[in-house]
C-alpha cells in the first residue's frame, strides 16, 4: 500500500495563492495516477484534478479549470496542487490520493489510498 502525507494548506487572503504538497511512501510513487479532492463543512467531498502516471496527462473540476495547477516529481515521491486566484468558496479541507492505475478519476471509489487532509481558509 501507499501512504499519503498532505502539507501547504493555511489562512489567504482571496485573490491569493497557496501551493499544496501531498509526499508518497510505500510502493512505486510513479506507477500511481494521483487525485485531489475536497470537503467543505456539510458538503460531499468533490473532485478538485488528477494526473496520469507520467504526468503527461491531467484533469480539472470546472470550477477550478484555469485557476489550478497539478503536477508531480516523482524523483520527490511528491505531488503538488498550485492553487491561483483563490476565492472564499475554495475554502475546505483537501485531500490527495492515489490509484494504481494510469489515469486518474473524478471518483471517490477509484482512489484506495487518501491523505489525512489538510486545511484551506480564504477570506473574503
Known amino acids: 500500500q501507499v501512504q499519503l502525507v498532505e502539507s501547504g494548506g493555511g489562512l489567504v487572503q482571496a485573490g491569493g495563492s497557496l501551493r499544496l504538497s501531498c509526499a508518497a511512501s510505500?510502493?512505486?510513487?510513479?506507477?500511481?495516477?494521483m487525485g485531489w479532492f475536497r470537503q467543505a463543512p456539510g458538503k460531499e467531498r468533490e473532485f478538485v484534478a488528477a494526473?496520469?502516471?507520467?504526468?503527461?496527462?491531467?484533469y480539472y473540476a470546472d470550477s477550478v479549470k484555469g485557476r489550478f495547477t497539478i503536477s508531480r516529481d516523482n524523483a520527490k515521491n511528491t505531488v503538488y496542487l498550485q492553487m491561483n486566484s483563490l476565492k472564499p468558496e475554495d475554502t475546505a479541507n483537501y485531500y490527495c490520493?492515489?490509484?494504481?492505475?494510469?489515469?486518474?478519476?473524478?471518483?471517490?471509489?477509484?482512489?484506495?489510498?487518501w491523505g489525512q487532509g489538510t486545511q484551506v481558509t480564504v477570506s473574503s
Open positions: 494526473i496520469s502516471w507520467t504526468g503527461r496527462t491531467t
Open positions: 510505500g510502493r512505486t510513487f510513479s506507477n500511481y495516477a
Open positions: 490520493a492515489g490509484a494504481y492505475s494510469y489515469d486518474g478519476s473524478s471518483q471517490i471509489s477509484g482512489y484506495p489510498y
